[in-house]
Structure formats: structure tokens, C-alpha cells
């Protein structure tokens, strides 16, 4: 009786101490987790960040490249060849319109992606409140 006692409690306690054991890498596999989303969630803003960036740049080389054409078109005019001016504002215009279309859609585009990491970074913190 006394074998069987001590092998119970044996057993117990070595399921006990399996138990702690395993209640402790979990906890350490939930921290690492919520650590790795913690650290997309910035790498996100970051992207945002310089993707924003990167289109202010943009638009802003588009416009001084608009810009210079105009100036260099009215210099032309100047010139008294007011019909190759015609047909060069008419290809500037063109170039305006479909530059202009170009940066409507890269600012469509540039807020949609800003409204899906905000989308998937609410899901984050979603995810991040109910572990």
C-alpha cells in the first residue's frame, strides 16, 4: 500500500511540475507572439510613413516638371512660333492631364493602403486585447 501511495504521489507531482511547465513556455509563446505583432504593427506606420513620403516627393518632381515645361513652352511663344506653340501646349496640356489622372490614382491608391493597414492594424490590436 505504502509502494502504491508513493507511486501516486510520485505520479501527481510529476504531473503537476509537466504542468507548470507547460502553463510556462505557453505564457512565453503568448509574449513572443504579442511581441512579433507589436513589432508588425510598427514596421506598418513605418511603411505608411515613408510611403506617404515617397508620394509627397512625387507629386512634388511632377509638378516642377509641369512646371518647366510651361516655362519653356511660353519662352518658345516668345519666340514668335505661336503655331509649333499651339501644338506644344496642346501635347503639354495632354502630358498635365494625364500626369493629373496618374497622381489622383497614386493618391486613390495611397488611401486605400492607408485604409487596409489601418484595417489590419485594428485586427492587430483586436488580436493583441484578447490575449
Not at 13 to 27: A, G
Not at 101 to 111: H, I
Amino acid at each position: 500500500v505504502t509502494s502504491f501511495t508513493d507511486f501516486i504521489s510520485t505520479f501527481v507531482s510529476q504531473q503537476v511540475s509537466l504542468t507548470n511547465e507547460l502553463q510556462h513556455k505557453i505564457s512565453v509563446l503568448e509574449t513572443q507572439q504579442n511581441e512579433g505583432l507589436v513589432n508588425q504593427h510598427s514596421l506598418l506606420d513605418t511603411l505608411i510613413t515613408q510611403q506617404t513620403e515617397d508620394n509627397r516627393n512625387v507629386c512634388e518632381l511632377l509638378k516642377n516638371d509641369i512646371s518647366k515645361m510651361l516655362s519653356a513652352a511660353e519662352e518658345k511663344m516668345e519666340t514668335g512660333l505661336q503655331e509649333k506653340m499651339s501644338q506644344m501646349k496642346s501635347m503639354i496640356q495632354s502630358t498635365i492631364e494625364s500626369q493629373n489622372n496618374k497622381t489622383c490614382e497614386l493618391e486613390q491608391y495611397t488611401s486605400k493602403l492607408t485604409d487596409n493597414i489601418k484595417s489590419f492594424n485594428e485586427t492587430c490590436d483586436d488580436n493583441l486585447s484578447q490575449t
